[in-house]
T-cell receptor, first 114, second 108 residues
Framework: KAGVTQTPRYLIKTRGQQVTLSCSPISGHRSVSWYQQTPGQGLQFLFEYFSETQRNKGNFPGRFSGRQFSNSRSEMNVSTLELGDSALYLC?????????????FGQGTRLTVV | GIQVEQSPPDLILQEGANSTLRCNFSDSVNNLQWFHQNPWGQLINLFYIPSGTKQNGRLSATTVATERYSLLYISSSQTTDSGVYFCAGRGNNNDMRFGAGTRLTVKP
């Protein structure tokens, strides 16, 4: 059974550009969550999607957005990139009946903004 | 959302020693996990343990849900155990929240 797949693994962007990251969950999993990890702030929750609906959103500016498709794959987009957006972005998938199931993480996308 | 506090923040051990990592939650959680982050950044699942005790080789974990804490035990530590250990919990209708992690260094 394939794990959670995130693409691309590494990305270098220029300040002001936008970026789209992709996450394919484990087959059969309907919930996808996104997290940002930086040395200063640790692991912070971005958003959570379940059955194509955003169920929860963290405390990030509107430049951060996401969506989920009917096959449960999810994308997140960051517009007008800032240097502070440089981080490891992790996504997690879970079966999610009532949020009481184990979450599994992908390898992450390491974004560098220059 | 809930607050998650991990202790100690840093731990240095000699190979072969045992250790205990702790995770405290500000509120009740019904979904608790322990992870080990590998050098490439991926979070590796160690335990899904909303309550009770589980063991997997040299690692074991105990969650006392009524007292809002969880413990991760590492016995006979090896250099390959080095890295950052995270606990994360989810309350009712909440997203998963992570602690700041415990950085474990095992010296040969």
């Amino acid at each position: 059974k394939a794990g959670v797949t995130q693409t691309p693994r590494y990305l270098i962007k220029t300040r002001g550009q936008q970026v789209t990251l992709s996450c394919s969950p484990i087959s059969g999993h309907r919930s996808v969550s996104w997290y940002q990890q930086t040395p200063g702030q640790g692991l912070q929750f971005l958003f959570e999607y379940f059955s194509e609906t955003q169920r929860n959103k963290g405390n990030f500016p509107g430049r951060f957005s996401g969506r989920q498709f009917s096959n449960s794959r999810s994308e997140m987009n960051v517009s007008t990139l800032e240097l502070g957006d440089s981080a490891l972005y992790l996504c997690a998938s879970s079966l999610d009946p009532g949020r009481k199931t184990e979450a599994f993480f992908g390898q992450g996308t390491r974004l560098t903004v220059v | 959302g809930i607050q998650v506090e991990q202790s100690p923040p840093d731990l240095i051990l000699q190979e072969g020693a045992n250790s205990t990592l702790r995770c405290n939650f500000s509120d009740s959680v019904n979904n608790l996990q322990w992870f080990h982050q590998n050098p490439w950044g991926q979070l590796i699942n160690l335990f899904y343990i909303p309550s009770g005790t589980k063991q997997n080789g040299r690692l074991s974990a105990t969650t006392v849900a009524t007292e809002r804490y969880s413990l991760l035990y590492i016995s006979s530590s090896q250099t390959t155990d080095s890295g950052v250990y995270f606990c994360a919990g989810r309350g009712n209708n909440n997203d998963m929240r992570f602690g700041a992690g415990t950085r474990l260094t095992v010296k040969p």
